[in-house]
């Protein structure tokens, strides 16, 4: 046998307080501040001077690719890098005809931002 207690009453007042916090995340930008063709007969050679910002200090990583005119990389380097801005030089090269230098910042919450150059 099952017994059922009654609802009590309850009296008194009382408040309850939501709050949301919408988290947006900037982009970072990169940018591709020289390029130094240092190629020879036998290699496409590119001495690439980066640098990336984000305003909400969580970049995670850099990333410089040369590509060919089909999209495939030829060759890249990745920089981890931290912080609200960060800078470098990579060298790329390849023995295929590169056609693009592509500079791709991303950040910790997966936002990125890229530039590129024709070579």
């Known amino acids: 046998m099952y017994r059922f ?10 408040s309850t307080t939501v709050s949301e916090t919408e988290s947006t ?3 970072p930008t990169a940018s591709i501040d020289a390029l130094n063709n ?3 007969p036998r290699w ?16 995670d990583t850099v990333v410089v690719e040369m590509l060919d005119s089909s999209g ?15 800078s470098g030089v990579d060298e790329l090269r390849s023995k ?5 230098i592509v500079v791709t910042a991303t950040d910790t ?3 990125s931002g890229s530039d590129s150059q024709s070579i």
């Open 44 to 59: 496409d050679r590119f001495e690439v001077d980066w640098s990336a910002a984000d305003e909400d200090g969580n970049l």
């Open 25 to 27: 995340n900037a982009a």
């Open 109 to 111: 919450d997966g936002a």
């Open 5 to 14: 207690a009654r609802p009590r009453r309850c009296s008194g007042s009382g």
């Open 38 to 40: 240092k190629s020879n």
């Open 96 to 100: 295929s005809n590169g056609t693009d």
């Open 72 to 86: 495939t990389v030829l060759d890249s380097a990745t920089n981890a890098v931290s912080g609200s801005s960060a």
